[in-house]
């Protein structure tokens, strides 16, 4: 537990301010990918479908709501490291089982946009959510 504990505090120390702006764009745009998938739940379930590896229709619900609710609590920065936490499952199969059954070629940009996001998933994990956060907000008025 020690070693989450000081991976939280130097994430918390180590945070600059222009970095709440890209999680929060991040959570805006995980949040509308949700919109999309509740949109269209038949083309999320296709793309489950051709994984040949989980439940489908679990599958669809557990995405569409993580990304929904995940989204808004990642861009207002409210227990981010959880809504990342319910993320990367998906991000992974994104990256390594959907792209990986369309075929990893240079030009697939959706493989690009999920291996950024990805990215930036496990960055915020690890840094956390900063200073323009409801998290911070909250740790500031329990400090006072």
Do not use: C
Request: net charge positive.
């Amino acid at each position: 537990m020690k070693l989450i504990q000081r991976i939280e505090y130097w994430g918390d120390t180590h945070h600059p301010r222009w970095l709440d702006v890209l999680r929060i764009a991040l959570g805006i745009i995980i949040f509308l990918k949700g919109v999309t998938f509740l949109a269209d739940t038949t083309s999320l379930r296709r793309l489950i479908e051709e994984t040949h590896i989980i439940y489908t229709w679990g599958a669809v619900h557990y995405i569409a709501f993580s990304h929904l609710v995940g989204g808004i609590l990642i861009a207002i920065g409210l227990i981010t490291r959880v809504a990342i936490g319910f993320q990367l499952p998906i991000l992974f199969g994104a990256v390594f089982f959907v792209n990986i059954t369309r075929g990893l070629t240079f030009l697939n940009s959706e493989l690009w946009i999920s291996i950024i996001v990805l990215t930036l998933l496990v960055v915020f994990f690890v840094i956390g959510s900063g200073p323009y956060s409801l998290d911070h907000q909250m740790r500031e008025r329990k400090n006072r």
